[in-house]
C-alpha cells in the first residue's frame, strides 16, 4: 500500500486542488485523508455521499459546582491563565486544562472534563472512502486527532484492499504537518512563486528530511514570478528533493471550487494539462 501526504509550507497555495485533481486522476482503489482538519475543505470539492460520524475530544477543562464551591478564590488566585471569572465561571476557551484549581481546591468543587473539540467522519465519495474531521470553534488540534484519521484510514484501506491512501495534509510545519507526514511513502510540497512560499517551503522540506520521508516539489501559479520558479526548481535539485513540474495561473481553477469539482474534471485548460502531467510523474516516481 502506497501513501502520498501532499502538503505545502504556507496556506492557499492549491493544495486542495491538487489532491481532489489526483483524487479524481488515480484510477486505482484508494482512500482519502483530510488532513488539514484546522481548516478542511475537501469535502467541499469531493462532495460526500453518506457518512458515520464520531465525536472527538482533547483534552480536560475544568468545572466548579457551585454547591460545593466555598468562594475562597484560591482557584483564581493560582490560574495562570485568569480563565476564572469573579463570580467563579470558568471561561472554556482561556482554560488551559492544567488542573492546578482541581489540585488546590480544598471543598473538592472542581472536577476536570473531558473536552469535546469536534467530529470526525467516515464518509462515501465518488472517488472512494474519504476520513476527514471537522473542529470546533476553538477546539484544539495538537495531531492525535490526524493520527487517528490516520489510523481509520489503514484500516478502511485494508477493508477494501485498497492500495493507495492520499492525504490532503495541512500546511505549515507544526505538530498536525508532523503528525500527517511521520512514515508516510512520500511527501509532494506544493509552493507558490513568492519569498514568503519559496521560504516555508524549505521549512517544510526539512521537516520530511528530518522524518525521513521523500520529497517531491510542484510549483502552482508559476507564471505569477518566473524568476522565483526558477529558484524553487533549483534548489529542488540541489537539495535532492524532485522537481515534478509547474502549473500556470488559470482562472478555471476557482471556477472549479465554485462548481465543486476538481480543475482536471473542470476543463482541460492549460492548469489542467499541467497538473496531469505532474500527477503521471509522481505516479511513476511512486512505482
Known amino acids: 500500500m502506497k501513501e502520498l501526504v501532499i502538503i ?53 477543562k475544568a468545572k466548579i459546582d ?36 482541581y489540585e488546590f481546591c480544598p471543598e473538592q468543587a472542581i472536577t476536570l472534563r473531558e473536552e469535546k473539540a469536534g467530529r470526525w467522519f467516515i464518509s462515501k465519495t465518488d472517488e472512494g472512502t474519504m476520513v476527514h474531521a471537522r473542529l470546533n470553534i476553538g477546539g484544539e488540534n495538537s495531531g492525535l486527532l490526524i493520527n487517528k484519521l490516520r489510523k481509520q484510514a489503514s484500516t478502511e484501506a485494508e477493508n477494501e484492499k485498497a492500495s493507495f491512501i492520499l492525504t490532503d495534509g495541512p500546511p505549515g510545519t507544526g505538530c498536525p504537518a508532523t503528525s500527517s507526514i511521520t512514515n508516510s511513502d512520500n511527501v509532494l510540497i506544493v509552493c507558490e512563486p513568492t519569498q514568503s512560499g519559496f521560504h516555508d517551503m524549505k521549512k517544510a522540506k526539512d521537516l520530511a528530511d528530518f522524518l525521513k520521508v521523500p520529497v517531491m516539489v510542484m510549483v502552482n501559479k508559476y507564471d505569477l514570478n518566473p524568476e522565483i520558479t526558477d529558484q524553487i526548481e533549483e534548489y529542488s535539485k540541489k537539495s535532492n528533493a524532485l522537481f515534478m513540474g509547474k502549473v500556470p495561473y488559470d482562472d478555471d481553477f476557482p471556477k472549479a471550487i465554485m462548481n465543486k469539482t476538481s480543475p482536471v474534471q473542470y476543463s482541460d485548460g492549460e492548469g489542467s494539462k499541467a497538473l496531469k502531467i505532474i500527477f503521471d510523474k509522481v505516479m511513476k516516481n511512486l512505482n
Open 66 to 101: 457551585h454547591d460545593k464551591c466555598s468562594q475562597c478564590g484560591l482557584c483564581i488566585e493560582r490560574c495562570e491563565f485568569e480563565a476564572i471569572s469573579d463570580d467563579f465561571e470558568v471561561n472554556s476557551i482561556d482554560c488551559e486544562g492544567c488542573g492546578v484549581c
Open 8 to 60: 505545502s509550507g504556507k496556506g492557499g497555495t492549491g493544495k486542495t486542488c491538487v489532491s481532489a485533481s489526483f483524487a479524481h486522476l488515480l484510477k486505482e482503489k484508494k482512500v482519502l485523508i483530510d488532513a488539514d482538519v484546522d481548516a478542511a475543505n475537501l469535502h467541499l470539492i469531493i462532495e460526500p455521499r453518506s457518512s458515520e460520524e464520531f465525536s472527538y475530544s482533547s483534552g480536560v
